[in-house]
């Protein structure tokens, strides 16, 4: 007969799980497993709440189980490490993001992809490699093995910090590996949430132009004076979008609800790149004309290998690039999903986990 959660592994653990697709989070007693030899121990301080959060406890993409703790942008404090651990130890501040395994012998894992394996083992709702399931960071402890585990900077704020381990790698590895790094280079970035306002961030960091492009006119003066972007084009004013075509190297495409491609593709050069971050949970039009015709290319990318967040938290933490969030308390957790669902949050809610979770 299966173990029941509380009596799978031998540590106590404590959080909120969403116990069927009804969105709903409540007070959940759990377990961990005890720390081994590579593993790394740590106390939960922040976790951010991710729009993928929402989609999983609702079971929208259609792979969720319950019961569910969601939860993949945390950070904490480490209390215990492992004998083979080498580059952590107790004290230290570290964080886990969206993965905490992968097979590491396919091609992907060996050029430090595991983002791309197709044994990629979720930090949520997934199932670890002892059979048992993986249990997010809306939760007092977490357990990664040391390969899964992003040190964090000294002057990286925590709150502000943690959003980044999806949020941040999501948008800085397409900007990297898309070579929209390059100063001089004339970047766009649809969608001004979450993702978006981070990729406002890395961008300016990296020294290129960008253009916010929004439905919403009066997110104008939140982009260029407070977030640093260059320009704002709002995409359903005709005028706008006509005098901006064919002026942008690339894209970066942040927004999940359904969406028309076609304008965006106007606004590249030719040879230029739209990059998919959002994840629409139907499929969306793509005309193929505008495509042959600038050789332009529609690509995706889903946040990153371990070297590159930890190269991401790095990056973050010499320019000082943070999440805009609202930190919020564990119990109001509920009321926070209910806003994030109507888009009303300033950019990212983020629990205060260390200081307001409390024990049934």
């Not at 993965?99 to 930090?123: Q, R, W």
């Not at 004013?237 to 927004?255: E, F, K, N, R």
């Not at 332009?296 to 990056?315: H, L, N, R, W």
């Amino acid at each position: 007969m299966a173990k029941s959660p509380e009596q799978e592994h031998p540590t106590k653990a404590f959080g909120w799980a969403a116990r069927d697709p009804s969105g709903v989070l409540f007070p959940f007693k759990f377990s961990r497993r005890a720390t081994g030899e590579k593993d790394v121990r740590f106390k939960v301080l922040y976790c951010g709440i991710c729009h993928s959060d929402l989609h999983n406890i609702k079971n929208e993409w259609g792979f969720s189980t319950y019961p569910l703790v969601p939860g993949h942008e945390i950070v904490g404090i480490v209390t215990e490490v492992g004998c083979k651990v080498e580059k952590v130890k107790v004290g230290d501040k570290v964080g886990v993001g969206c993965m905490v395994g992968a097979c590491h012998s396919c091609d992907n894992c060996a050029n430090d992809l595991e983002n791309y394996c197709p044994k990629m083992i979720f930090t949520y709702g997934a199932t670890y490699y002892d059979g048992t399931t993986t249990y997010g960071g809306y939760s007092d402890v977490m357990v990664s093995e040391e390969r899964y585990i992003v040190r964090l900077p000294d002057n990286l704020p925590l709150d502000a910090g943690a959003p980044l381990l999806c949020a941040g790698i999501t948008v800085y590895s397409p900007l990297q590996h898309f070579g929209f790094t390059k100063p001089g280079m004339h970047i766009g970035v649809v969608g001004l949430g979450g993702l978006g306002h981070v990729a406002v961030k890395f961008a300016k960091a990296f020294g290129v132009k960008v253009t916010v492009i929004s439905t919403s006119p009066n997110k104008k003066e939140e982009a260029t004076e407070h977030l640093g972007a260059d320009s704002f084009l709002v995409s359903r004013d005709p005028d706008q979008m006509q005098a901006a075509m064919g002026t942008m190297d690339g894209i970066l495409d942040t927004v999940s609800a359904i969406h028309p491609l076609l304008p965006l593709l106007g606004l590249l050069k030719s040879q230029g790149k739209l990059v998919m971050v959002g994840a629409p949970d139907r499929p969306l039009e793509l005309p193929v004309f505008p495509l042959l015709m600038g050789r332009k290319i529609v690509a995706g990318s889903c946040i990153g290998g371990m070297k590159e967040t930890q190269e991401m938290i790095d990056f973050a933490g010499k320019h000082n690039i943070t999440a805009e969030v609202e930190v919020i308390s564990m119990d109001y957790v509920n009321t926070a999903i209910e806003r994030l669902e109507k888009n009303d949050v300033r950019y990212r809610f983020v629990i205060d986990i260390g200081n307001t979770l409390k024990a049934a």
